[in-house]
């Protein structure tokens, strides 16, 4: 009989989310790489999820146990609508309600000795306002305006706390948000140029297609051999 085994270190990742609010809602960003390693094997995952009309999470790290993540709380608002069905419940989970809840799954599984190796994004809309925050593999947690994990957290935090105001205007938002991946995209070689946007307002929760960000490497210092 084997021993049991348990995830010792993480195989295929992915890299940063960003997120950000702005005056009508909240947007996320993270690229649609999935590295083996050093190998950039897999071009196409989707990181950026929903989870209700309202709510969508987005990982950092290990894919699989992104996906174990996802599907536990998809478990999880199958199991409240359910109540909500037989009148024990009122309405859907909110944000802040799967937020916590996730921190208490991940701290469990961190008591365990079998931690989910995820830096996690939770944002929604409720009751009139946004909600955004983060959870790690320890199950630590918090609330902010702006988030980001991985490397986002080194070269895109900064860029974002210095653009970043109060009810500010959708596209400068988004503005705000390019310039941080095109930063990455040059910094990280863990990601390509390849991104998922996804933004939840009182409307609901629209995930955009992967679009390209343009990229330009006609620095003339390169192309002269002078470094």
């Given at each position: 009989m084997q021993p049991k085994k348990k995830t010792l270190r993480p195989i295929v990742t992915g890299s940063?989310?960003?997120?950000?609010?702005?005056?009508?809602?909240?947007?996320?960003?993270?690229?649609?790489?999935?590295?083996?390693?050093s190998l950039a094997r897999f071009r196409d995952i989707r990181r950026i999820v929903p989870i209700t009309k309202h709510t969508v999470i987005g990982g950092t790290g290990e894919f699989s146990d992104f996906q174990e993540i996802t599907k536990i709380l998809r478990q999880k608002i199958i199991e409240n609508q359910e109540l909500v069905e037989s009148g024990k419940e009122e309405d859907e989970l909110l944000p802040s309600e799967i937020h916590s809840y996730l921190s208490?799954?991940?701290?469990?599984?961190r008591n365990k000795f079998n931690p989910l190796w995820?830096?996690?994004?939770?944002?929604?809309?409720?009751?009139g306002k946004v909600h955004m925050g983060t959870v790690d593999l320890w199950g630590s947690y918090f609330e902010d305006d702006i988030i980001a994990t991985g490397y986002?957290?080194?070269?895109?935090?900064?860029?974002?706390r210095k653009a970043y105001k109060k009810d500010m205007e959708r596209d400068k938002a988004l503005e705000v948000l390019r310039d941080c991946l095109?930063?990455?995209?040059?910094?990280?070689?863990?990601?390509?140029?390849?991104?998922?946007?996804?933004?939840?307002?009182?409307?609901?929760?629209?995930i955009t297609d992967p679009v390209e960000i343009e990229t330009k490497w006609e620095i003339a210092d390169w192309q002269e051999?002078?470094?």
């Amino acid at each position: 009989m084997q021993p049991k085994k348990k995830t010792l270190r993480p195989i295929v990742t992915g890299s940063s989310v960003l997120g950000i609010k702005y005056k009508d809602g909240v947007i996320l960003a993270s690229d649609t790489l999935g590295s083996y390693g050093s190998l950039a094997r897999f071009r196409d995952i989707r990181r950026i999820v929903p989870i209700t009309k309202h709510t969508v999470i987005g990982g950092t790290g290990e894919f699989s146990d992104f996906q174990e993540i996802t599907k536990i709380l998809r478990q999880k608002i199958i199991e409240n609508q359910e109540l909500v069905e037989s009148g024990k419940e009122e309405d859907e989970l909110l944000p802040s309600e799967i937020h916590s809840y996730l921190s208490r799954v991940l701290y469990g599984r961190r008591n365990k000795f079998n931690p989910l190796w995820n830096d996690v994004v939770v944002a929604g809309f409720e009751k009139g306002k946004v909600h955004m925050g983060t959870v790690d593999l320890w199950g630590s947690y918090f609330e902010d305006d702006i988030i980001a994990t991985g490397y986002g957290t080194y070269f895109a935090l900064p860029l974002m706390r210095k653009a970043y105001k109060k009810d500010m205007e959708r596209d400068k938002a988004l503005e705000v948000l390019r310039d941080c991946l095109t930063v990455l995209f040059y910094r990280d070689c863990r990601t390509i140029n390849r991104y998922v946007f996804a933004e939840i307002t009182k409307e609901g929760v629209n995930i955009t297609d992967p679009v390209e960000i343009e990229t330009k490497w006609e620095i003339a210092d390169w192309q002269e051999g002078k470094l």
